[in-house]
């Protein structure tokens, strides 16, 4: 599985961006699709994720309200909208897919995920 990641950018505290992650390959055993984010000197964090199938949806706290995860089966692209974005989201953002089964906090675990696109920028200045 192949993903690729678009849609970053610069953004004022307040404003909004959409990130797509689009996958190629063989994604008929994906079970579910996320990003993760990294900040510089800071560890990679979960931030959403949503079951390729649909049903399930999982946000980290300090996302939820504001972030909204979504897939689009007919296109093979899961999209992350971000909305009232602060400069503490800032970091990169990575796109990443998995075969597991996830349940729990397994779908917080960045080792649990098979596949990962490369990082997509995002900068919100204050």
């Known amino acids: 599985v192949q993903l690729q990641a678009s849609g970053g950018g610069l953004v004022q505290a307040g404003g909004s961006l959409r990130l797509s992650c689009a996958a190629s390959g063989r994604t008929s055993n994906t079970y579910a699709m996320g990003w993760f984010r990294q900040a510089p000197g800071k560890e990679r964090e979960f931030v959403a994720a949503?079951?390729?199938?649909?049903?399930?949806?999982s946000y980290a706290d300090s996302v939820k309200g504001r972030f909204s995860i979504s897939r689009d089966i007919a296109k093979n692209t899961v999209s992350l909208q971000m909305n009232s974005l602060k400069p503490e989201d800032t970091a990169v953002y990575y796109c990443?897919?998995?075969?597991?089964?996830?349940?729990?906090?397994?779908?917080?675990?960045?080792?649990?995920?098979?596949?990962w696109g490369q990082g997509t920028q995002v900068t919100v200045s204050s």
């Open positions: 949503t079951r390729w199938s649909g049903g399930s949806t």
């Open positions: 990443a897919a998995t075969e597991n089964r996830l349940y729990g906090g397994r779908w917080y675990r960045d080792d649990e995920y098979n596949y």
